[in-house]
Structures are given as C-alpha cells and as structure tokens.
C-alpha cells in the first residue's frame, strides 16, 4: 500500500475529519478525500462511515487504524534512535508518572534539568493510568510499582509512605491528635479510597475511615490534598516525600503511616543508548540522592 494514503488515512482517522486532517497535512479537504477514496478502492474496502457531524471508522477501518498506528509509533522509536547517535541531548522526551509524582515532586526540580539541556523538550504526562512504555505511549515513565512488562529497563529509586500531616496554625486552632480515635474530631482531607491511587494509599485511607470521621473532604489527587492542607482545612494523607519541599508540614500521629510504596524509574530496552533518557535518568537519581542525604541529616539532629 501507499505509504502516503496510510499517512492520510491515519490522520483523517485520528482527527475524525477530513478538514481537521487536512489543516494538519496542509492539504485541501478535496486532495484529502480524494486520497482517501483511492486507498478504499485499492482495499475493496470502506473504511470511514461518513455523516454530519464527522467520520466514523468502519470495522475495516479500525483494523488499518491499528496497523497505522502501531507502525507510526516503531518509526517514532527509530527517529528518536537516530537522533540519540548524536553527541548532544536535544528533542522530546515524553515522560509519564501519577499525578502526584508529577505535580508535587518532579516538576518543582525541573529547571535544574534545563538549565543542564536547554534543548530538551519535556512533555510530562500526567495521570493513573499506566501506560504502555514498549508500545511508545511515553518513552520512560516514573511508577509506584514496579513495572511487570520484561522488556523493560528499570531502576528503584526510593520508597514512600503515606502519611498524616497538618500546618502548624490547624494543629495550634485546633489541637494535636493524641490517638487515632481522636480523629473524629478533625476534618480528614484525602484521596477517595475508590479512585485510582497507590494500593497502600487507599488502604491506610479505608483504615482510617473506621474511626467514625464525621467530616471529610476528598481529593482525587495529592496537589488537592495538599492545598487543602496549607489552608488550615484539615488533616491530610499526603506522602511523605513532601516534607522535603514542605518542612513547615506537622507529621500528626508519627505511628500511623501506609505500607511502602516503591518507585520505579523504566524506559524500554530499545532506548538502552538514548542520550535523552540517561540525562533523564541521572537527573533523578542526582535528585534522589540529594533528597536521601537530607532525610539523613534530620534524623541525625
């Protein structure tokens, strides 16, 4: 087949509209439909169901959407093989982590990446939902497990717990819990036991919730929780690799805390060579260092 008609049909499909592809390719809206027509007929296929509102892929053409894409994203990875030849460390890095992971704790370090690879491109990707690192949906991600897939390149870098924290002006308007039934006295500001998180953060949240919590507030991310918690709104279960960035936060019941949750750095194995990623790479374990040496220095004074 027409590698260029793949190319069109891909974004035609993609974009469910032929104009919308076309301002893409900068093609007109005819050159594109004519293309399309070409590569049904050359398939004895059609491949789009056409009404008002857009187009809808045919059965056929979800099958030739798949192909397309999947080969779409093995040329991305031999473009970014081809530019990691080169010496300097330059072009998109896609890299996905949680929500939390993302916002709270990697973003903030950031400019010290760039300030390193000012050409660098970074295109964070933040959310629950772990996506597939050999299919190329991100090219190194940041999890709170370990990856399961075995072509996979992976690094632990740290361990989390989840825990109680206040401001000082809640605990000193309202008081420090001594035990964990005198929760019930305090708003609990927390992720949904329900909505997609840490195992182990919706486990010590379920646990806590048996206490007869009569107000409660809940977040679907750490960032929420969090600005909850500077405001004086209440107690929140935040990890605690925050109170490298937040050391005014009061850890509120020390003895209370979730079960490890281990971090994981994975890029896959065909991006062994990548320059970009092992700037990546040695950026965060710089990082992971340099937290783990304060978290030393504090426990010794």
């Known amino acids: 087949m027409d590698w260029d008609k793949l190319r069109i049909f891909h974004a035609v499909a ?11 390719l900068h093609l007109s809206q005819s050159a594109v439909s004519r293309q399309i027509r070409a590569l049904e007929e050359s398939l004895n296929a059609t491949l789009f169901h056409r009404h008002a509102r857009g187009l809808i892929l045919t059965e056929q053409g979800e099958l030739l959407f798949d192909a397309t894409r999947a080969m779409l994203k093995r040329l991305d990875a031999a473009t970014a093989r081809i530019r990691d030849s080169e010496e300097e460390v330059f072009g998109e890095l896609r890299v996905t982590t949680t929500t939390g992971f993302g916002t709270l704790w990697l973003a903030p370090r950031l400019t010290k990446l760039y300030e390193k690879y000012p050409d660098l491109k970074i295109d964070l990707m933040l959310e629950e939902r772990v996506l597939d690192l050999p299919m190329r949906e991100a090219d190194v991600a940041i999890r709170m497990k370990e990856p399961s897939q075995a072509d996979l390149i992976r690094k632990r870098l740290m361990s989390v717990h989840m825990c109680l924290y206040a401001t000082p002006g809640y605990i000193e308007k309202f008081g420090m819990p001594e035990s964990i039934e005198d ?14 998180q840490v195992g182990a953060g919706a486990m010590l ?7 007869d919590i009569q107000s409660i507030l809940t977040v679907n991310n750490y960032f929420g929780v969090l600005q909850g918690v500077l405001h004086n709104l209440g107690i929140g279960v935040l990890p605690d690799y925050l109170t490298h960035d937040f050391p005014d936060l009061v850890r509120v019941l020390p003895e209370v805390q979730s079960t490890e949750v281990p971090v994981f750095l994975a890029y896959p194995e065909e991006l062994r060579q990548s320059k970009r990623i092992a700037a990546f790479r ?10 783990r040496k304060l978290l030393k220095e504090q426990a010794l004074s």
């Open 14 to 24: 993609d974009a469910g509209s032929l104009t919308h592809a076309g301002d893409h």
């Open 183 to 196: 929760l019930h006295m305090h708003r609990l500001i927390c992720q949904n036991p329900r909505s997609a």
């Open 205 to 211: 949240v379920n646990e806590l919730m048996t206490n």
């Open 282 to 291: 040695d950026f965060v374990q710089e990082e992971i260092f340099t937290y």
